[in-house]
């Protein structure tokens, strides 16, 4: 947040706030496409911050098998 406030404030608004992209780019007088390029390059640093070793986010792995009795 310190050596970028904006894409950290689109976080903050989106995870904690529970606040769309749209209404973002509203409070923020951004457009919506910025809020959403702002939430990917943090979501960019935040990776690289927690380096390799961590496991792959849960929309990245497969589904697991399903059951005929569904």
Same mark, same amino acid.
């Given at each position: !947040?310190? #050596? +970028?406030?904006?894409? &950290?404030?689109? $976080?903050?608004?989106?995870?904690? /706030? ?16 910025? !809020?959403? #390029? +702002?939430?990917?390059? &943090?979501?960019? $640093?935040?990776?690289?911050?927690? /380096? ?19």
């Amino acid at each position: !947040a310190a #050596s +970028d406030p904006r894409p &950290a404030q689109v $976080v903050e608004l989106h995870v904690f /706030g529970g606040l769309t992209f749209d209404e973002i780019a509203a409070m923020l007088d951004l457009s919506e496409r910025t !809020a959403r #390029s +702002d939430w990917t390059y &943090a979501r960019a $640093v935040l990776a690289d911050a927690l /380096g390799p070793d961590q496991p792959p986010n849960a929309s990245s792995q497969k589904p697991g098998p399903v059951s005929a009795d569904r």
